[in-house]
C-alpha cells in the first residue's frame, strides 16, 4: 500500500539554525501539506500546496518557512532561523483530490530546538 | 471558520466495555467531518469520513461514527474496545471547497485490562 515518508524521523538543531524536513508524497497524488504538533498540543495545519505554488496558508506560517516541491517527488518544508517554539512533530500529508479526498499523513519528524 | 471540540481529554475504559468519545464542531458552512487515530509515536491514520448521505459511518478497526447535523456532533463509537484500541483519537473537519483540516485537541482513549 503507497504511503507518505518523512526524513528524518528526528532532526536536533541549535537555535537560529535552518532546518531542511523532507516528505515523499503519494507518487499520484497532486496536493500536499504540512502539519505541526507541538508536544501535548492539537495538530495545527501549516500550508497547503498545489499545481507548484501555495494555496492555503495558516499565520502560523511566517517568513521563517517555505515549501518546495523540487523535482517529482519529494516536498520540503525550510524552516530559515529556527526558534525555541519550532520544536514540534511535524507531518507531512497528500491527497489526490481537493476538500473530500483522504488527506494521508506522514509518520512525522519530530524537531527539537536546543 | 470552523472549529472543533472534544471536551474529553482522556477516557479510560475496560477491556471489552463500549466507549464513545464525543465531538462537537461549528461552522457557518458545510463541512466534511474525520476522525483520526494516532499511535504511540507514529503519524495520523484515517478511521472513517462522512461526507454525505448515510449519516451512520463505518471506519476501521470496528469503529463508527454518527453525524448529527442539529446537535453539530461526530460522536465515535466502538461496542467492544480492545487493548491495542489505546491511542489518541482526533476529530476533524474540512470545509467544502477548502483544503485546510482543523483538528480538535484529541482523547486519550486508555484500555484497561
Known amino acids: 500500500e503507497p504511503e507518505v515518508t518523512q526524513t528524518p524521523s528526528h532532526q536536533v538543531t541549535q537555535m537560529g539554525q535552518e532546518v531542511i524536513l523532507r516528505c515523499v508524497p503519494i507518487?499520484?497524488?497532486?496536493?500536499f501539506y504540512w502539519y505541526r504538533q507541538i508536544l501535548g498540543q492539537k495538530v495545527e495545519f501549516l500550508v497547503s500546496?498545489?499545481?507548484?505554488?501555495?494555496?492555503?496558508k495558516s499565520e502560523i506560517f511566517d517568513d521563517q518557512f517555505s515549501v518546495e516541491r523540487p523535482d517529482g517527488s519529494n516536498f520540503t518544508l525550510k524552516i530559515r532561523s529556527t526558534k525555541l517554539e519550532d520544536s514540534a512533530m511535524y507531518f507531512c500529508?497528500?491527497?489526490?483530490?481537493?476538500?473530500?479526498?483522504?488527506?494521508?499523513f506522514g509518520p512525522g519528524t519530530r524537531l527539537t530546538v536546543l | 471558520a470552523q472549529s472543533v471540540t472534544q471536551l474529553d481529554s482522556q477516557v479510560p475504559v475496560f477491556e471489552e466495555a463500549p466507549v464513545e468519545l464525543r465531538c462537537n464542531y461549528s461552522?457557518?458552512?458545510?463541512?466534511?467531518l474525520f476522525w483520526y487515530v494516532q499511535y504511540p509515536n507514529q503519524g495520523l491514520q484515517l478511521l472513517l469520513k462522512?461526507?454525505?448521505?448515510?449519516?451512520l459511518v463505518k471506519g476501521i478497526n470496528g469503529f463508527e461514527a454518527e453525524f448529527n447535523k442539529s446537535q453539530t456532533s461526530f460522536h465515535l463509537r466502538k461496542p467492544s474496545v480492545h487493548i491495542s484500541d489505546t491511542a489518541e483519537y482526533f476529530c476533524?473537519?474540512?470545509?467544502?471547497?477548502?483544503?485546510?483540516?482543523?483538528f480538535g485537541t484529541g482523547t486519550k482513549l486508555q484500555v484497561i485490562p
Open positions: 500529508a497528500s491527497t489526490l483530490g481537493q476538500g473530500a479526498g483522504e488527506q494521508f
Open positions: 462522512y461526507l454525505s448521505g448515510s449519516t
Open positions: 500546496f498545489y499545481n507548484n505554488e501555495i494555496s492555503e
Open positions: 507518487s499520484n497524488h497532486l496536493y
Open positions: 476533524a473537519v474540512i470545509r467544502r471547497g477548502y483544503q485546510k483540516v482543523t
Open positions: 461552522s457557518s458552512v458545510s463541512v466534511y
